[in-house]
């Protein structure tokens, strides 16, 4: 069965520093999504990307955060300077159309730990 | 903006019993597609069942189903022949039909589901 693969599954790192998550989406899918969980609370929408271009972002989703597509199969997720709060899982997923139908297909997470 | 409330953080059950888990959403929109998700240990979140808000005929996937109740804003997962692979966090989500917004799912916050041998 086609999966999507996250990479790290765990990072830790200092706060101001710069970190990338990865993620390969499954080979025919057109949507990609980043979600969010911190320990405890509820999974929350980051960004949804379609077609080179962010189609939805979420109020968390700030200026210190930044999706793309460099290469047609990984997906990434950037954050420039992470601060305390930025430590949680964060998901990645991907589904073949947009819309509310359509099922998304998530990842095992990443989870980051902002020390 | 949707909400979805899950009111039960843990629910507990036998081996081969039936468990039901409660989820309640808050909406304008009259149509929108609602989901339950799994996510085991493995932290990979799997779906489960999902129900598209214009059919009244509620949603089964073998031993999963659904009770959708659209008036009152209900959404209830019932795991019948529970089995020890069921364990996991359940998550309630819903996503809007319509254009933009139906890009992103809103989820509850979750039960955790405990099968006893």
């Known amino acids: 069965e086609p999966e999507v693969t996250q990479t790290p599954s765990h990072q830790v790192t200092q706060m101001g520093q710069e970190v990338i998550l990865r993620c390969v989406p499954i080979s025919n899918h057109l949507y990609f999504y980043w979600y969010r969980q911190i320990l405890g609370q509820k999974v929350e929408f980051l960004v949804s990307?379609?077609?080179?271009?962010?189609?939805?972002k979420s109020e968390i989703f700030d200026d210190q955060f930044s999706v793309e597509r460099p290469d047609g199969s990984n997906f990434t997720l950037k954050i420039r300077s992470t601060k305390l709060e930025d430590s949680a899982m964060y998901f990645c997923?991907?589904?073949?159309?947009?819309?509310?139908?359509?099922?998304?297909?998530f990842g095992a997470g990443s989870r980051l730990t902002v020390l | 903006a949707q909400t979805v409330t899950q009111s039960q953080p843990e629910m507990s059950v036998q081996e081969a019993e039936t468990v039901t888990l409660s989820c309640t959403y808050d909406t304008s929109e009259s149509d929108y597609y609602l989901f339950w998700y799994k996510q085991p240990p493995s932290r990979q979140m799997i779906l489960v069942i999902r129900?598209?808000?214009?059919?009244?005929q509620n949603a089964t996937e073998n031993r999963f189903s659904v009770n959708f109740q659209k008036a009152a804003k209900s959404f209830s997962l019932k795991i019948s022949d529970s089995q020890l692979g069921d364990a996991a966090m359940y998550f309630c989500a819903y996503r809007s039909a319509y254009g933009a917004a139906g890009n992103k799912l809103t989820f509850g916050g979750g039960t955790r589901v405990l099968v006893k041998p």
């Open positions: 997923a991907s589904s073949a159309q947009g819309g509310g139908a359509n099922v998304l297909t």
């Open positions: 129900q598209e808000a214009y059919k009244q």
């Open positions: 990307f379609y077609n080179n271009e962010i189609s939805e």
